[in-house]
Each structure stands twice: as C-alpha cells, then as structure tokens.
C-alpha cells in the first residue's frame, strides 16, 4: 500500500477536445480538495448521477467529501484527476476492497466531468487511466460499477467495455413518483 500523493503519483497527457493531464494519486491539498468539491456540486446541480440530489451546497458534501479524503489518504484507494492547465476538469475513484477473497476486483465510484466539458473525451479519458492502473499497477482482473437508470450511463459505459450483471429495480429515489434502478456493471477482463 503507497501513502497518497506520494512520489509515485503520475502525469500522463491524453487528446480529449485538447490535451489533459492525468495525475494518478496527486498530493490532497487543501486547494485540490475544495476543487473535488466545487466539482461535486456543479455537477450534482448540472443533474449529475454522483451521490446526491440537486439543488445541493458545499456544506451538504463536505462530510461525504472528508470521508472519501480519509479513505483516500489511507491510501487503499485511488484517485484519477484530469486537469486543464490549472483547472480541474474531472475526477474518479478507484476503491479497492480490503477483503483478500475479494481482493481481485475493484470498484469504479463518482465519475465526475466538469459540465462545461461533458462529451469532449474527459470521461472516457478518465475511465482509461483507471483502467491503466487497475491492471498494469494493481494487477487488479475486474472492475465494478454502480450507474443509474435512464442517465445514458450505461450507454456510456458500455461503450467502455462493461456489461450488465444485475439491477436493483427503483432502488434510487430521485423525486417522488421518479424511481430508478441501480445497474451493476463490470468489465473483465481488464
């Protein structure tokens, strides 16, 4: 297991509408925090699918955040950013299991694209450097996903590769009356 933002936390240039810059496992600063943040709550206001319901504040994913910070800085889990210059366009994360019968597999949580960048190639961007070092650093075979119904998530993801395990029917209140499933997905092999 490596410390967070350790040495080893990598840069890697992609073409998406322009070059981004990948950094796996950066260093948690404070301003990078605020930064996942802000994203967190544009993105959940813009209609995201990240955990919470519009309209949210910054206060309301705060606690979510520091939770997901703690996991991160105990460093069994990893973070992909995509930045533009100095600018977050997107995050990811990679949490793996800390069980060993389960230890082969990992889950892919809280995609997130700036809204202003959506659909220039920053997701699949993304999704391509967790799967990078899901399988050349961590040796991981098979990587799960969790995406809402009627969000052209799985469509998204199934442009990746994944596939359809299962489903979890109206199991996402998302407005009275508006239920949705949950859709598993995995990709395997890596």
Do not use: C
């Amino acid at each position: 297991m490596k410390e967070h933002g350790s040495a080893d936390a990598q840069e890697v240039v992609v073409e998406a509408d322009r070059p981004l810059a990948l950094l796996i496992d950066p260093p948690l600063t404070p301003e990078l925090r605020q930064d996942l943040v802000r994203m967190w709550v544009a993105v959940t206001n813009a209609g995201g699918a990240v955990g919470f319901l519009p309209p949210i504040t910054q206060g309301q994913v705060e606690p979510v955040a520091t939770a997901l910070f703690e996991r991160l800085a105990g460093g069994m889990d990893h973070l992909v950013i995509a930045r533009d210059g100095d600018v977050l366009v997107g995050w990811v994360i990679l949490e793996r299991n800390t069980e060993p019968i389960v230890a082969h597999w990992a889950w892919v949580k809280r995609l997130q694209v700036d809204p202003r960048r959506q659909n220039r190639g920053v997701g699949r961007a993304l999704m391509g450097a967790v799967h990078a070092l899901a399988r050349h650093q961590l040796g991981l075979e098979q990587l799960y996903l969790i995406a809402r119904s009627n969000a052209g998530l799985d469509t998204f993801y199934a442009g990746l590769g994944y596939r359809e395990v299962g489903r979890m029917p109206r199991n996402l209140r998302v407005a009275v009356g508006d239920e949705r499933d949950e859709i598993y997905m995995v990709l395997e092999p890596l």
